[in-house]
């Protein structure tokens, strides 16, 4: 269709609650049929930023939007997205993509036909502890949380000294909410289905050499993860079902995959390891954990 309407806009500076755009230069174009956005480059609070966007109007609807950031300030784009939040990431992302199409005329059609992907490169950053109730952080901060318990799931004798110096460092941290650093990390998330994919999400961290999760999240909030942590140079599964709000980290197969990482089976660990995993109460570790109470949602704030 031939263009009913095209603009050129460039704009010094324009402000919104913590926003501030500058250097804005692109073109809004629309016909009868479709509205398209284009601003190939301008600043978002000083990050670098592209954004591209389309809506065409005929038949089912379809519209797509792309955005592009780099050299983020992770507190400042954190207060941007969740300003009710106390706590805040610290710290800077290298970069951020995100690449969305969908179709339909409801907000129902538009939610179940949504895909894209997004990828994140972590430079350096920094979580405070007091994140580890906020969703979607608990879900990053359980692996930690369930390393830090190792002495309430193996007997000290097992553990060898330096998974329990880096169990009790943990234990400390959190408990005197301080923080977990990221010194890298790269993520990418796929959505489609009605769900989000974690295809790829590795950190590198300050408590723990290598962490890593994969798996699904459905937007109804239920989860199916394999995360898992490095210990000693042996990669420890750790899976996570449950709910978003609701975690639930399978302790009871960890247990006996940290078992045998440091040389322990089922066949030659000593009777009492053995009736300690037997009686292990995943419920009560997981409650201690996530507790029913006090979990905030890290969301959008109120775009009013």
Do not use: C
């Amino acid at each position: 269709a031939l263009p009913i309407a095209e603009a050129q806009i460039a704009i010094d500076k324009l402000k919104y609650r913590s926003l501030l755009l500058t250097d804005i230069s692109g073109a809004i174009g629309s016909t009868a049929e479709s509205v398209r956005l284009s601003f190939p480059s301008f600043k978002t609070n000083g990050w670098s930023t592209s954004l591209k966007s389309q809506a065409e109007f005929s038949g089912s609807s379809q519209y797509t939007f792309e955005l592009g950031m780099e050299a983020l300030e992770a507190e400042a784009f954190h207060k941007t997205v969740s300003p009710g939040l106390d706590a805040h990431v610290k710290g800077r992302m290298k970069g951020l993509e995100i690449r969305l199409q969908s179709s339909g005329r409801s907000a129902e059609d538009l939610k179940r036909h949504l895909r894209g992907e997004i990828k994140a490169q972590f430079d350096r950053l920094e979580l405070p502890g007091e994140l580890q109730n906020v969703i979607p952080f608990n879900i990053i901060f359980a692996p930690f949380v369930v390393v830090g318990k190792t002495a309430e799931l193996l007997p000290l004798s097992l553990i060898p000294d330096p998974i329990e110096r880096t169990a009790s460092g943990i234990s400390t941290a959190l408990d005197e909410s301080q923080q977990v650093v990221i010194y890298e990390g790269e993520m990418k998330l796929e959505i489609a289905d009605s769900k989000v994919m974690v295809s790829e999400f590795v950190i590198g961290t300050d408590l723990l050499p290598a962490v890593y999760f994969s798996g699904d999240v459905a937007f109804n909030g239920e989860i199916s993860l394999s995360s898992g942590v490095s210990l000693m140079g042996v990669k420890v599964p750790l899976p996570i079902g449950g709910t978003l709000e609701r975690p639930y980290p399978d302790v009871t197969r960890f247990v006996a995959e940290l078992a045998s990482a440091i040389g322990y089976n089922i066949t030659n660990l000593p009777q009492n390891v053995l009736n300690q995993i037997g009686s292990l109460d995943p419920t009560g570790i997981v409650g201690s954990i996530f507790p029913e109470e006090g979990q905030q949602r890290g969301q959008l704030g109120d775009m009013d």
